[in-house]
C-alpha cells in the first residue's frame, strides 16, 4: 500500500506563488510516474503536471511557464511550484502516483485558492 501526503495549498493573490509538497510513504516501488491533478467546481479533473521516473515532464498547457514539477528521490517528495498563480487555477490539487504494474494511489488533497 502507498500513502500520499499533500501539503502547502492555501489562499494567495493573484500573481502570487505557491509550493505544494506530496510526500509518498509504504511500498515504494517500481513507480512509473507522480502528478499533480486538479479539480474545480463543476469541471472535471485535469492533469496538472506529471514526472515519470526517468525524470520526464508533463504539463498543462494552460500551466507550461508558470507551473514547475519536481521531485527528491531520497525523500520520496514531489513538488508542484507555482508561480504567477492565476484566479482559474483554484482547485483542489490531489497528488497521484502510478506504479509499473498499473495500480495508482491519490492524495487526500489540498485546497488552493486565488483570490482576484
Known amino acids: 500500500q502507498v500513502q500520499l501526503v499533500e501539503s502547502g495549498g492555501g489562499l494567495v493573490q493573484a500573481g502570487g506563488s505557491l509550493r505544494l509538497s506530496c510526500a509518498a510513504s509504504?511500498?515504494?516501488?517500481?513507480?512509473?510516474?507522480m502528478g499533480w491533478y486538479r479539480q474545480a467546481p463543476g469541471k472535471q479533473r485535469e492533469l496538472v503536471a506529471s514526472?515519470?521516473?526517468?525524470?520526464?515532464?508533463n504539463y498543462a498547457s494552460s500551466v507550461k511557464g508558470r507551473f514547475t514539477i519536481s521531485r527528491a528521490n531520497a525523500k520520496n517528495t514531489v513538488y508542484l511550484q507555482m508561480n504567477s498563480l492565476k484566479p482559474e487555477d483554484t482547485a483542489v490539487y490531489r497528488c497521484?502516483?502510478?506504479?509499473?504494474?498499473?495500480?495508482?494511489?491519490w492524495g487526500q488533497g489540498t485546497q488552493v485558492t486565488v483570490s482576484s
Open positions: 497521484h502516483l502510478d506504479r509499473l504494474s498499473g495500480n495508482d494511489y
Open positions: 514526472i515519470t521516473s526517468s525524470g520526464s515532464t
Open positions: 509504504g511500498s515504494i516501488f517500481s513507480i512509473n510516474a
